[in-house]
């Protein structure tokens, strides 16, 4: 049973940073594209970086090019985001998710999701 779990969100003030963690079990986050993806309240849900599997290739959304950065641990299956000088517009549940498509900045091809985790950026 595949299962991604979220952590290190919260409440931060502008121009912090967090550290979000998305562990993987059931399946290896080296063979899979992994996103981050992030929900605003009343607004669709967003890819907002990605890392693809076969190699260190990354995607970032312009709203968060410069600032987030995602990275991959193979021996710890785990996946990170790295966010930096946070802004009040960065607040959102902020979802792991695993793909085996061919496209890894293909929202859609998006297979296994985590339950999320929240971070509020307080101004």
């Known amino acids: 049973q595949v299962q991604l779990v979220e952590s290190g969100g919260g409440l931060v003030q502008a121009g912090g940073s967090l550290r979000l963690s998305c562990a993987a079990s059931g399946l290896s986050v080296s063979r899979y594209s992994m996103g981050w993806f992030r929900q605003a309240p009343g607004k669709e849900r967003d890819l907002i970086a990605a890392?693809?599997?076969?190699?260190?290739?990354?995607y970032y959304a312009d709203s968060v090019k410069g600032r987030f950065a995602i990275s991959r641990d193979n021996a710890k299956n785990t996946v990170y985001l790295q966010m930096n000088s946070l802004t009040p517009e960065d607040t959102a549940d902020y979802y792991c998710?695993?793909?085996?498509?061919?496209?890894?900045?293909?929202?859609?091809?998006?297979?296994?999701w985590g339950r999320g985790t929240q971070v509020t950026v307080s101004s």
């Open positions: 998710a695993a793909s085996f498509s061919a496209d890894y900045i293909d929202s859609h091809g998006y297979n296994y």
């Open positions: 890392i693809r599997w076969s190699a260190s290739n990354t």
